[in-house]
């Protein structure tokens, strides 16, 4: 069974500084893709950046990377230079080979100080 | 020019009412989906279409019904409504059901049973 998970439910960070919101994730396909979303307060889903299984190079969209480690599975996301519209909930999501629906984690509340 | 729409935005209505939700995407895409965000945000795939054809059925109850009528639209109604379905639904749409491809959601709609 393919499973993600967000060990961090809440973190802070101080506006400017880069952070790290954690993801590991398992499945026994080959193939798959990672994705990072970003849910503001105001409720929508934005789609952040995408990590294939067979993608050698990091993804990078901006202020985003995505650390893949394909052996540990885990897809940590970092936000470079952090903004007070950053604050907003996190979530990884993995999509499989077979079947196409996203499993999502739990989800990481960010919260940027000023 | 809103990429993937929802409506309504709110729908307050009793129990063992029924409802509608309509989606509509302008992406050109072939799939399309619905999830289901609840109280604690975690979301769960309900349904997806592909080209007008259901591919992913989970385990949710009868008393909900999709309807594709065209690739672009996916309706997703409900009968005899409970007070376990408040939870916020979203219509999302990829391009296909690869793993590469990626999930566009719309705004999601609040659905209140009392």
């Known amino acids: 069974a393919q499973k993600i998970t967000q060990t961090q439910p809440g973190m802070f960070v101080q506006e400017k500084e880069a952070v790290t919101l954690d993801c590991t994730y398992d499945?026994?396909?080959?193939?798959?893709?990672l994705f990072w979303y970003k849910q503001p307060s105001s409720g929508e889903m934005i789609f952040l950046i995408y990590?294939?299984?067979?993608?050698?190079q990091n993804a990078t969209e901006g202020r985003y990377s995505l650390n893949f480690q394909k052996a540990r599975k885990s897809a940590n996301l970092v936000i470079s230079a952090s903004q007070l519209g950053d604050s907003a909930m996190y979530f990884c999501?993995?999509?499989?080979?077979?079947?196409?629906?996203?499993?999502f984690g739990q989800g990481t509340e960010l919260s940027v100080k000023p | 020019d809103t990429a993937v729409s929802q409506t309504p935005k709110y729908l307050v209505t009793q129990m063992g009412n029924d409802k509608s939700i309509k989606c509509e995407q302008n992406?050109?895409?072939?799939?399309m989906y619905w999830y289901k965000q609840d109280s604690k945000k975690f979301l769960k795939i309900m349904f997806s279409?592909?080209?007008?054809?259901?591919?992913i059925n989970e385990t949710v109850p009868n008393r909900f019904s999709p309807k594709s009528p065209d690739k672009a639209h996916l309706n997703l109604h409900i009968n005899s409504l409970e007070l376990g379905d408040s939870a916020v639904y979203f219509c999302?749409?990829?391009?296909?059901?690869?793993?590469?491809?990626?999930?566009?959601f719309g705004p999601g709609t609040r659905l209140t049973v009392l």
């Open positions: 999501a993995m999509r499989g080979s077979q079947g196409g629906k996203l499993i």
């Open positions: 279409y592909n080209n007008k054809e259901l591919i």
């Open positions: 999302a749409s990829s391009q296909g059901h690869r793993s590469t491809d990626t999930q566009y």
């Open positions: 499945t026994s396909d080959q193939s798959y893709g």
């Open positions: 992406l050109g895409h072939d799939t």
């Open positions: 990590q294939g299984s067979y993608d050698e």
